[in-house]
């Protein structure tokens, strides 16, 4: 049933989403901790987005009172009150989920949120819930239920000697001294980090999310720990993953999550733990520097049957040959060569799309989603036998726990080849014909047109990075098959089908309709006339242009070379000829199934783009990877 | 805790300060960001990315009103990732595309929060710079015309026009479901 749509103030307050209190305190804690890591020189993963901000410029004056000025009038936020602190005061209690106390001339006192902590002062954790400590240089701590610590000044920084228990610690940024965080017998220092302790009757164990720590128990040669690693003063403390060992933290979601970013492609820990004592020498253990490469519990390759090779289901692409679909920690490859295998393995995007992306990579595959990977043909992958390309397998891998898309589907089954196909490769970069795109000498013939011009209904009409690219509702979600063809005049995008599994269906508007004034639609669409190829866009860019050129042009690099950022409608119709070779995946109405046989053909591609767009294609050199294989041998038997 | 080491117009001076500005405003950003993209990693990323924007370069015009740039960064952030994230159809071939899967997936969210936030995407931001100060921040008209320079009645004739908008797409993106 619809929501009564006549009260949309009722909607709005019961359906937009509104983060909780906690939330927001979490979030801001683990941005202003990566703010205070970050020295102003790293790109971080979301700079991408920083060119699109667009703030206006605001017309409005007021008195001229500096926001830092104003700042510091009002209240004290609690980060900055640590710093006006008595000199012997080295921490600030600021959360507390359970009791956090003291001893206090023998009697035991109650620290609430807000209490100060003496440097050498010994506090701890009862209950069932831990609390968060600041410390002076700005590091938080948190404190695991039944923990105890006390914060110390020490000679060029702050020291944090646990006594029992787990903390985790977000270092600040060390500008002028250290931190150190003290067992029994170990000593961590940091620089500006995220790690773990564990102090036990049985010894300690150290481990990183964020950053590197360097650990050194009693006078040995201390040891460097990276993201993913651990580390134990004995080695029959129990071996756990380390998100294991943080789920109790408040904040163990974005731990996760930056435990993730940093170590995808590494295994979750360094494998069996190994005492500290033993690193550096080799012995008694994996040194703690070594990282396994993740692996697959299981794994079955078969060989396809060449006369039976599945189909794709009706009205799906993807699902039949040359489909893959990963689940957490499962992975199921259809019949691909192994040549198409290596390629995306090695983070390249489907082989019939190579050109759309940037050198050849895709933005990644998700999990549950099923793909149609092309098969690759030579645009990536180079050397071995003739079999690699030819014979079909099927892969079907389980592993230990939920693995990631990106991780399975790269370092994974990279480790499967090397393993049951003996693989070896390596990567070889070569110049390359390519073409640029330009303005013809006669000039531009196409005019810049607005929004309006183009029919972006049933689309999210975008004005992103690919110009004029169209964007489907988010109603069309995982689980549903896409159906694309050239729309019937005066035919409308009809609306996404509510029940999941149903197809999705994408009209674009047939290039005789635009011919005839209609708006087309946004986006890009290769349509069939005859012997000919109409390319038909709405609101693109000749950046985007140049790029789907490459794929009649057969996969070859085609730059953007004219300077133009304008959006035009295009309809550019070109014969299909021994210069266009690339796909011939071609739109065309349910209704003309055949192609016409009276219609002539058309200019060259290199013609009409002159003639009916003002553009020219010059030839050009451009840079392209290879992924060159050096050993293969037949599959191993499962 | 400082963080003075990234060079600003403000100098020295910044890093405190900084964090002050970081405390007093990192609830508005990252609660606005929130109800347009209704993705907690996603306002996460916002928050950050403003706030390290700062840090490496102060805009001349921010102390002219700090909250109003803040507010304005977040919900254009907001919108661009929203429209950046939605699938794209390429341009021909289209073979990478999805097949049904898991039926669980495709109704797990909210049908009615996914379309209302389909529409607020396409919404202009100043659209949605007033609804969200509206409806998820409680401003009266009178505050959000302080806020981002304008009248009330410009805000409430702007309401009034981005519900009837609102109203029409929402139309279109939710669908029929069983009762």
């Known amino acids: 049933m619809k929501p009564d749509l006549n009260d949309i103030d009722e909607l709005l307050e019961q359906h937009l989403p509104s983060a909780s209190a906690q939330q927001v305190e979490n979030a801001g804690m683990r941005v202003l901790h990566r703010l205070r890591s970050h020295d102003g020189s790293e790109a971080t993963e979301f700079e991408g987005h920083l060119d699109a901000i667009e703030v206006p410029v605001r017309t409005w004056r007021r008195t001229v ?84 610590l006390a914060v110390e000044k020490e000679v060029d920084g702050l020291g944090i000697r646990l006594h029992q228990g787990s903390i985790i610690v977000h270092a600040a940024k060390q500008r002028n001294g250290h931190l150190y965080v003290k067992t029994r017998d170990v000593t961590v220092s940091v620089v500006g980090t995220v790690f773990l302790v564990n102090a036990e009757k049985e010894g300690s164990r150290v481990g ?13 040669k201390e040891t460097s720990l990276k993201p993913g690693q651990q580390v134990s003063t004995n080695a029959s403390l129990v071996t756990r993953p380390l998100k294991e060992e943080i789920a109790w933290s408040r904040n163990n979601d974005a731990l996760v999550r930056i435990l993730d970013t940093f170590t995808r492609g590494m295994a979750q820990t360094a494998g069996p733990l190994a005492p500290v004592r033993d690193q550096g020498t080799g012995a008694g253990g994996q040194s703690a520097g070594a990282v396994a490469t993740p692996q697959f519990e299981e794994a079955s390759i078969r060989a396809c049957d060449p ?80 079999w690699v390309r030819s014979d079909h397998y099927t892969i079907d ?71 004029g690219a169209c964007e489907l509702q988010p109603t069309v979600g995982r689980g ?17 089908p509510s029940t999941p599994g149903q197809p999705v269906t994408i009209l674009f508007r047939h290039f005789a309709d635009v011919r005839r004034g209609e708006k087309p639609t946004c986006g890009m669409s290769m349509q069939r006339n005859g012997p000919n190829q109409v390319l038909v866009a709405g609101g693109t860019t000749l950046e985007a242009l140049a790029r789907s050129l490459a794929s009649p042009l057969g996969g070859v690099v085609v730059t953007d070379k004219t300077g133009n950022t304008d959006k035009f409608n295009i309809v550019l119709e070109f014969v299909r000829d021994e210069n266009t ?3 011939s995946f071609l739109l065309q109405r349910p209704d003309q199934p055949d192609q016409p046989s009276d219609v002539p053909r058309g200019q060259t591609i290199f013609t009409a783009l002159e003639e009916q767009l003002g553009l020219k294609l010059e030839p050009a050199r451009a840079p392209r990877d290879f992924i060159v294989i050096d050993r293969v041998e037949r599959p191993t038997a499962n | ?129 007033i609804l969200i100060l509206h409806y998820e921040h409680d401003y009266s008209d009178a505050q959000i015309a302080q806020m981002l320079g304008t009248t009330r009645g410009t805000i409430a004739v702007t309401l009034y026009r981005t519900r009837a908008r609102l109203k029409k797409l929402l139309s279109r993106a939710i669908p029929e479901t069983q009762s």
């Open chain 1, 307 to 386: 006369d039976n090779v599945p189909e794709a289901p009706a009205g799906a692409r993807g699902g039949g040959a040359n489909s893959l679909q990963m689940t957490p920690g499962r992975l199921h490859a259809l019949c691909l060569t192994l040549a198409t295998i290596v390629r995306h393995a090695y983070g390249y995007g489907p082989a019939n799309l190579d050109f759309l992306n940037p050198g050849g990579r895709g933005p990644g595959l998700q999990l549950s989603n099923v793909y149609g990977l092309g098969v690759e043909d030579g645009k990536r992958v180079r050397g071995g036998p003739d």
């Open chain 2, 1 to 129: 805790m400082s963080i003075a080491a990234v060079p600003s117009p403000a100098g020295e001076a910044l890093a405190n300060d900084f964090e002050e500005l970081f405390r007093d405003h990192h609830s508005l950003v990252y609660r606005t960001a929130y109800s347009v993209t209704g993705n907690r990693h996603d306002a996460e990323d916002v928050l950050q990315t403003i706030f390290l924007r700062l840090l490496r370069r102060l805009p001349n015009d921010f102390d002219r009103n700090p909250k109003g740039y803040l507010y304005r960064a977040a919900v254009n952030l907001s919108l661009n990732i929203v429209r950046s994230r939605k699938r794209e159809a390429p341009a021909d071939g289209l073979e990478c595309l999805p097949a049904p899967v898991d039926p669980a997936l495709a109704t797990a969210d909210d049908p009615i929060r996914r379309g209302l936030l389909d529409a607020i995407a396409q919404l202009k931001p100043r659209a949605v710079e």
């Open chain 1, 581 to 583: 070779p690339g796909p």
């Open chain 1, 397 to 467: 891998a389980v592993a230990a726990d939920a693995a990631d898309a990106a991780s399975m589907m790269g370092p994974m089954v990279r480790a499967l080849l090397e393993k049951r196909f003996q693989l070896k490769v390596h990567i070889e970069t070569e110049q390359l014909p390519a073409w640029n795109l330009t303005i013809a000498s006669s000039g531009l013939k196409i005019k810049p047109v607005k929004t309006d011009a183009v029919d972006s209904s049933g689309f999210v009409h975008t004005t992103g990075r690919d110009g």
């Open chain 1, 208 to 220: 990183v999310i964020e950053g590197e720590v360097r650990v050194r128990e009693g006078d040995k």
């Open chain 1, 480 to 496: 549903q098959p896409v159906i694309v063809r050239p729309a019937q005049p005066g035919e409308r995008q009809p609306s996404p």
């Open chain 1, 65 to 148: 009172m500096t926001w830092a000025a104003a700042a510091a009038a009002v209240a004290i936020a609690i980060g900055v009150a640590v710093l006006w602190r008595p000199a012997n005061h080295v921490a600030l209690v600021t959360a507390v989920d359970a009791t956090l106390s003291r001893d206090v001339d023998g009697k035991t006192e109650t620290l609430p949120q807000g209490s100060d902590l003496e440097t050498g002062q010994p506090v701890r954790t009862t209950g069932d819930a831990g609390a968060v400590l600041q410390l002076a240089d700005g590091s938080s701590v948190e404190m695991r239920s039944r923990s105890e």
